[in-house]
């Protein structure tokens, strides 16, 4: 069974571009949730989408979005990028509206210069 | 406000030692504590913890839970090498939302 996929894995970017990261989710998992990483604050939320539905949202600007397509698969784009955008991108997937156990991801390493 | 505080934020044992990582808690509408483990990239999930008292158990790993005092821990025994990672602590709160601790970088000496 293949596990969660993030497309791209590393990209660059500089100050003011946007940028699109992509999930696709275990087979059969209808969640997908976003997370943040950096050295500083941690995994930070971002959003949790079930059946194509944003069901939560984290403390982001709303230059971060995201959306879910019919087939599960997720994406989050991030517009007028800033420095403070350098970061881990996890995605996670689960069965169900978040019910214990998370898969993640490896992983989308941006890095914004 | 949130949160989940772990502690420390990194340790240094040798192999052999016994290691206890601390998550204490603060959240609105609890609805359940999980530990995660990270080791180069994606956490992978190690125990989930609802009900106050119950130890669970995974080989040398163990974690409890109290809903009282807010807090949990996990234990590791006998840590080997490939204990070195990140264990994350996380609050699940009811409605789906996830809130991590910082993490404690765990690493073991041979």
């Known amino acids: 069974k293949a596990g969660v996929t993030q497309t791209p894995r590393y990209l660059i970017k500089t100050r003011g571009q946007q940028v699109t990261l992509s999930c696709s989710p275990i087979s059969g998992h209808r969640s997908v949730s976003w997370y943040q990483q950096t050295p500083g604050q941690g995994l930070q939320f971002l959003f949790e989408?079930?059946?194509?539905?944003?069901?939560n949202k984290g403390n982001f600007p709303g230059r971060f979005s995201g959306r879910q397509f019919s087939n599960s698969r997720s994406e989050m784009n991030v517009s007028t990028l800033e420095l403070g955008d350098s970061a881990l991108y996890l995605c996670?997937?689960?069965?169900?509206?978040?019910?214990?156990?998370?898969?993640f991801g490896e992983g989308s390493r941006l890095t914004v210069l | 406000e949130d949160k989940v505080v772990q502690s420390p934020l990194s340790l240094v044992v040798h192999e052999g030692d016994t290691v206890t990582l601390n998550c204490s808690y603060e959240v609105t509408n609890f609805r359940s504590l999980l530990w995660y483990k990270q080791e180069k990239k994606a956490p992978t999930f190690l125990f989930m913890l609802?009900?106050?008292?119950i130890e669970k158990k995974s080989g040398r790993l163990s974690s409890i839970l109290d809903k009282k005092e807010l807090f949990s821990i996990l234990n590791i025994t006998a840590t080997q090498t490939g204990d070195s990672a990140i264990y994350l602590c996380?609050?699940?709160?009811?409605?789906?939302?996830?809130?991590f601790g910082q993490g404690t970088e765990l690493s073991v000496k041979p």
């Open positions: 609802t009900s106050s008292g």
């Open positions: 989408y079930f059946s194509e539905t944003q069901r």
């Open positions: 996670a997937s689960s069965l169900e509206v978040f019910t214990g156990e998370l898969f």
């Open positions: 996380a609050v699940g709160r009811k409605g789906g939302k996830l809130i």
